[in-house]
């Protein structure tokens, strides 16, 4: 019944894990039939004057502040000289003065032109004459994107764009090209963004990754993709993109992306080592690989497994709902920090948070649980998880959940079939591959 229960609540219950959705019993809705008896008090005073609360709509935004970033042009409509003339004594008319009638927002399509590089060369006819020997110089021409290609730097880039950003597959980009008269084949598409990346992109990308292993705090993620056409594995085998990103303090934020065959620990370990900080992940028990590195838990994880084992109908006052108001507790502590220095929120921790987190462990001992239900897996997870769901009380710079990279990752959660990351093809073994 547990299992149906949570099944029926993952299908059609509402997915917010906001309190006021959560601990509202029938999600906030309100018998109709009893509505008058549930809400009654006949303790509550009568009013004696009415009063009338502001009310604050937001703003429509009006077609200025629409197109306020966008470049104008105007559209003059004038008389030509014939129609200048006067109808009734044939005078020539002077300007009396314009308005603006309306406005519209046009777009002009993607075009294509062929670059045509000229290079020009210069020789010394000074030095021809008195040494007999002409000195040349040519030109400098920009590096190309790709050697012996006609693949532009804004070429390439709309490629790009169009698959990762925009979710656009590659032989559909191979009809686009072919609708406006260019003859491109999804193989030298793909064959334009691995060597661009290679050549290009990944460069940055250890330089980010240099720059990512000297901070303080690192959030790490991994979630399931789809891989087709990988040597060695079925199509329908799972792989897995990691994710490695800064903390909230970093001063340039860093978010990058790793493709690995499988969830070993291994990838993290060495993809983390030289990394001496502090580790913020969910509770996979793979990032204990990496070695000289403080773990730090998510509370975010740990309330998400309290709201699944909240019972239908009897929400507030359950178990489950003590061990959720715990958590809110601490995350409502949280968003009263926010603009303060590590140092200012370490100490602050110590005298709000740390007294609920204690309250919290006492009432975790208290507890007792069925064996295999939600709740069960909720006790058990702060029980295993303890250590470092404590951690953020030692540093300020920690945060409280893990959720910075869990919204880095969600693109590929929400759209598995359809977003992949660029460096998927830097690291996938077999690089002519699409994925």
């Known amino acids: 019944m547990d299992i149906l229960a949570n099944f029926q609540k993952t299908m059609y219950g509402q997915s917010s894990e906001k309190s006021k959705y959560v601990l509202n019993e029938d999600n906030g809705q309100i018998s109709i039939f009893n509505e008058a008896e549930a809400v009654s008090n006949s303790k509550a005073p009568e009013p004696t004057k009415v009063s009338v609360s502001e009310h604050s709509r937001k703003p429509r935004r009006t077609k200025e502040e629409l ?46 032109r062929l670059l045509r590089y000229i290079r020009y060369s210069y020789v010394c006819e000074s ?65 334009w963004i691995i060597r661009s ?55 340039k934020p860093v978010v990058l992306y790793e493709y690995q065959p499988t969830r070993s620990g291994e990838h993290a370990r060495r993809f983390l080592a030289g990394f001496r900080g502090y580790l913020q992940t969910d509770g996979y028990s793979g990032y204990n690989k990496v070695p000289d590195v403080t773990r730090c838990g998510c509370w975010a994880h740990l309330r998400r497994k309290f709201q699944e084992a909240m019972p239908k109908g009897v929400a507030v006052g359950s178990t489950a709902a003590i061990g959720f108001e ?70 300020g710079q920690i ?14 959660v929400i759209g598995r079939n359809y977003v992949l990351t660029l460096f998927m093809f830097l690291s996938n073994a077999a690089m002519g591959k699409i994925a």
């Open 67 to 112: 197109a306020a970033d966008v470049p104008v042009v105007e559209m003059v409509c004038e008389l030509n000289q014939e129609q200048l003339e006067c109808q009734k004594c044939g005078a020539n008319m002077r300007v009396l003065g314009k308005e603006a009638v309306r406005e519209e927002l046009e777009i002009i399509p993607a075009h294509v």
């Open 127 to 191: 030095c021809e004459k008195e040494t007999g020997e002409a000195t040349i110089v040519k030109a400098p021409t920009p590096a190309p994107v790709i050697k012996r290609s006609l693949a532009s730097a804004s070429t390439v880039a709309h490629v790009m764009y169009q698959k990762y950003v925009n979710g656009m597959p590659l032989y559909r980009q191979e009809k686009d090209w072919a609708n406006q008269g260019i003859v491109l084949s999804r193989a030298t598409l793909a064959n």
């Open 197 to 251: 990346a290679n050549d290009w992109l990944m460069p940055l990308w250890e330089t980010m990754k240099a720059y990512l292993l000297k901070q303080a705090v690192i959030h790490a993620d991994e979630t399931v993709i789809q891989v087709l056409k990988e040597e060695g594995k079925k199509p329908s085998s799972e792989s897995r993109m990691w994710l490695y990103c800064s903390g909230n303090i970093a001063t």
């Open 326 to 395: 715990y958590c809110n507790k601490l995350f409502a502590i949280e968003k009263d920090l926010e603009q303060l220095t590590p140092e200012e929120r370490k100490i602050q921790r110590q005298e709000r948070s740390k007294p609920v987190l204690e309250a919290y462990w006492s009432w975790v001992d208290t507890v007792n649980v069925l064996k295999g239900s939600k709740l069960a897996e909720a006790i058990t997870y702060s029980v295993n998880q303890r250590m470092s769901l404590g951690t953020f009380l030692e540093d």
């Open 399 to 412: 945060a409280l959940s893990n959720n910075r990279a869990e919204n880095a990752i969600r693109p590929f």
